[in-house]
């Protein structure tokens, strides 16, 4: 009986002490938030907040009213697991609704958004490789200039708070054109670039008018972004670990169940919560210890210029984590192993041994879920080839049929 105590009392201390370090984060990031405010470029965004607070809400109400039914030492029981919220796929949409998100489709594949037709979307967000640009740090855009940051996985992108590393889009919209009109990326000198091509484009009108009616001129970027965010918004990926958080405890293996204990006990959860396992706060890189490379890239403190900014980013999703790497924002860290490793030593101060970070990893891997193929075919004309494009005289790995620039009424 005393031992079953003490594993009791063990376990308890170990679920309160992550319950604890994640109510502080929380709670330290919401004190800036109404301690300083600042322009529309702050960090804070009071709707992810204000949902963050009731989810610690919800979860102080579980953890009081789940006492008498503790998890068992080898697992953690899902009803206990309040940071975390299971998703699934988006049910398929009807009507105009359905027709906006074919045009979004159509425009994500389309290369012709960008300055000499070389460079879509999809080119650094590949969709059949978990939404990045597989084995690049950095991306290369149309002239073969590499950016600036890694290219984040898009899917699961809908559930964030934020886009962009530096969080500078609040939305999928608001980020959709950024791109274009980017001097790396895709080059376009204006947004009248883009409508210009899309008004050439006979097929493109029919949709526009179909998805946008009432508007004389339904062409305008507003509702280019619109689109190719409804796109974007159906690309989720539920994997195992929902099922799990829905209550199917068989679903996970004990190397996962036992990767999950560590990953909680680490600290990992106290930023990695919520439905997309981050994506809903932004944290300093280096916060238990200073990030080693501290000019190369500054954070948010590049876009706001606030100090108080300086080495802070949005924190990534770990959904699909172990199929989008070279990870962190620069794409300098070749294998998850490390990237764990240098989770524990500089966000929570821990130096993680071999075993814990394979547990963890283990973990990380059942986060990974199912590409919804027949959601992202492209159409016919737009899809990937598995011929290398030529971005300003150096070879890519993903390119496009060589298309004509349409004519008038084409």
């Not at 109404?34 to 989810?55: E, I």
């Not at 109400?61 to 068992?72: I, L």
């Not at 959860?269 to 809903?280: K, L, V």
């Not at 210029?305 to 984590?321: A, E, G, I, S, W």
Request: aromatic share 8%.
């Amino acid at each position: 009986m005393t031992n079953l105590k003490s594993a009791f009392a063990a376990m308890l201390k170990r679920q309160m002490n992550t319950l604890i370090q994640y109510l502080l984060d929380r709670l330290q990031a919401f004190g800036r938030a109404v301690l300083k405010p600042s322009s529309v470029t702050t960090p804070w965004d009071s709707r992810a907040w204000l949902g963050g607070l009731a989810v610690l809400a919800l979860g102080l109400a579980t953890w009081t009213g789940c006492s008498s039914e503790q998890a068992a030492e080898d697992e953690i029981a899902p009803q206990r697991l309040f940071m975390f919220t299971a998703i699934q796929a988006q049910a398929h949409s009807t009507g105009v609704a359905a027709q906006r998100v074919d045009l979004g489709r159509r425009l994500y594949y389309d290369p012709h958004l960008s300055v000499n037709g070389t460079i879509s979307c999809n080119s650094c967000h590949q969709l059949t490789k978990y939404g990045v640009d597989p084995g690049q740090a950095v991306s290369k855009g149309y002239n073969g200039a590499p950016g600036g940051r890694n290219s984040p996985t898009v899917y699961n992108a809908g559930l964030q708070f934020a886009q962009f590393w530096d969080g500078r889009a609040p939305t999928l919209a608001a980020q959709a054109s950024g791109p274009m009109m980017n001097p790396v990326e895709m080059g376009m000198p204006a947004p009248d670039a883009v409508l210009k091509y899309l008004h050439s484009n006979a097929g493109y009108m029919k949709q526009f008018k179909a998805v946008y009616p009432g508007m004389k001129d339904p062409v305008v970027m507003e509702n280019v972004t619109d689109a190719i965010a409804s796109f974007e918004d159906g690309l989720v990926t539920p994997s195992r670990w929902d099922e799990y958080l829905k209550g199917n405890t068989t679903v996970l293996s004990a190397a996962e169940k036992s990767g999950l204990r560590t990953f909680m006990d680490s600290g990992c959860a106290s930023c990695h919560a919520g439905r997309d396992m981050g994506g809903n706060s932004y944290a300093q890189l280096g916060a238990a210890r200073s990030w080693p490379d501290q000019k190369s890239d500054p954070g948010r403190f590049a876009l706001t210029k606030q100090d108080r900014d300086r080495m802070y980013f949005k924190v990534p999703t770990l959904r699909n984590v172990a199929e989008t790497g070279p990870w962190f924002h620069d794409g300098k860290v070749q294998t998850l192993d490390e990237a764990v490793r240098l989770m524990g030593e500089y966000q929570t101060g821990r130096k993680l041994n071999a075993e814990q970070v394979n547990s963890i990893v283990s973990f990380l891997h059942a986060l990974t879920g199912d590409i919804p193929q027949q959601y992202i075919q492209a159409p016919a004309s737009l899809a990937p080839s598995n011929e290398s494009a030529d971005r300003g005289g150096q070879r890519h790995t993903t390119g496009y049929p060589a298309l004509p620039m349409p004519q008038q009424g084409e």
